[in-house]
DNA sequence: CTTGACCTTCCCATGATTGGAAGGATTACA
DNA sequence: TGTAATCCTTCCAATCATGGGAAGGTCAAG
């Protein structure tokens, strides 16, 4: 099957199968005689596996070692287990971070009368020089706020 | 004071303060005769304003916004208000995709013997083929895991 | 006057993903 | 068979906020 039917059948855009095997997290393919790439229904299949860790925020470099493991029949078990819990603990260390900004900003909101006055308390906590920093920021993983999707 | 002074005082990074500059956030300085960059306090102050809306997750959008809101003294505060709570739509959007990503990583690594065995249920459902697709993803903002900070 | 600490601009890298251009291949239909 | 639509290919660029580093100018202390 052509890359497109690849792309439908797995859920990864046909730019981003072209892209994990550029970096090599999957083997290059086969082609045909015109250069058109070649994908089997394992291959499919590895790429599911491939979206589903996405799907559940693994980096690809974590997922290039899943997927190693996957295909090691002999793998320990604690080896995956120590990947999916390292990123539980990332994933955990996020979503406090978020909570904690989100909170802060739902206090002020709550206390800013949203009219059409000018006294607003959330611009002024944003202005106060006396203000107590966040907590130092993790070396969170989850960059900042782009347009990405998670996915 | 120079830009390596104010960076110090406001804690935003000589590079980001070049980088606000250039992107338009904030103004160009004044220089000295031989080209360096000159801060006041208000320019600090102003800093500081953008560092602590960085602090909770505004985008460099939105704390264009912010400031040019700040800076206005007719602003309504239903303007400030609806960036707020739209950016804590956001965050909670993206709390709550984490938080499933979590709660199913730790679900199936409890059951994961994690030991010397191959057998391991954390694998075995990312390779599922049945599996159900996760919810589909937000728009969210946050792009995926990278190395960055969130500051 | 030298040394070291600063500053300047410019380019590059990050991570995952999308967009698009230019051009070749395949397919469907009249 | 001709042709148009739809695929595929590679290559380059942009995203977002940030840091790294090079090459070179400036300044202050010794």
Redesign the pocket.
Known sequence: M??????AASG?????I???ES?GLIPK?V???????VYSDHDVHTLRFIRRA?DLG??????ADLVSLWQDRERASKDVKAIALDHVGVLERKIRELQEMASTLKHLARNCHGDSRPHCPIIEELANDEAAPLPAKVDAKF?????????
Chains 1, 2 share one sequence.
Do not use: D, H
Not at 58 to 63: A, L
Not at 143 to 151: D, F, I, N, P
């Open positions: 052509n890359i497109g039917q690849a792309a990864v855009s046909a730019k981003m072209r892209y994990y970096i393919t082609r045909t005689e015109s250069g058109y790439r996405r693994f980096s690809v470099e974590q997922i960059g900042t706020l782009g347009k990405g999707s998670v996915r």
